[in-house]
């Protein structure tokens, strides 16, 4: 709009590297692609947005995740989404996110199910909300010391968290995507 309305020209459109995308594959029909934004970028909408167009789309489903919270990247990956997975911990911090992520979904129109990591004795704060909203518990993930020392350590495959892969693709298979 300023290049449009200034009288001397003084604003110039043009093209600037807001980040890269990478490519990769983890098995031979699991693929993965992400986008890292440069440092001093303030907004990563761009980056998803061509991230998004230049994916392999002959495939069966595509998951994307966004970065926490109900900003502007977020909306940006969940804006074309079939469905919606809405991940929290069951910690009164993690309920007031879910519940602003939430009515931004609901908001968009979009379906979510809803993933408890970290799960333990206090579900109940998550579980409350989710059953008032009627908002399905579609997976569990519990806290793990192992997992949580691997994480940190930079060191998350697979392999070493089979049963956990199974019960993704279970979630998915149950809920139509695969």
């Known amino acids: 709009g300023c290049m449009l309305a200034c009288p001397t020209k003084a ?61 502007c990247p977020m909306v940006e990956v969940v804006k074309d989404a079939d469905y919606v997975i809405l991940v929290t911990e069951p ?19 979009k379906k979510a199910g809803l993933v408890i990591n970290k799960s333990g004795e206090n579900d109940y704060i998550i579980e409350e909300f989710a ?3 009627d908002i399905d518990v579609i997976l569990k993930i519990p806290f793990s010391m192992e997992f949580a020392k691997e994480y940190s350590s930079g060191r998350i495959t697979l392999e070493y968290f089979l049963d956990l892969e199974e019960r993704i693709l279970t979630l998915f298979k149950e809920n139509g995507s695969v």
């Open 11 to 71: 604003i110039s459109e043009g093209k600037r590297e807001v980040g890269e995308m990478f490519l990769g594959k983890i098995k031979e029909n699991l693929f993965f692609s992400y986008a890292r934004m440069n440092v001093s970028e303030a907004r990563a909408t761009p980056l998803i947005s061509y991230l998004e167009k230049n994916l392999k789309r002959d495939v069966d489903f595509i998951i994307f995740d966004s970065p926490p919270g109900a900003s």
């Open 91 to 109: 910690t009164p911090f993690g309920l007031f996110d879910l519940k602003i992520a939430y009515e931004v979904v609901k908001e968009i129109g």
């Open 131 to 133: 059953e008032k909203e």
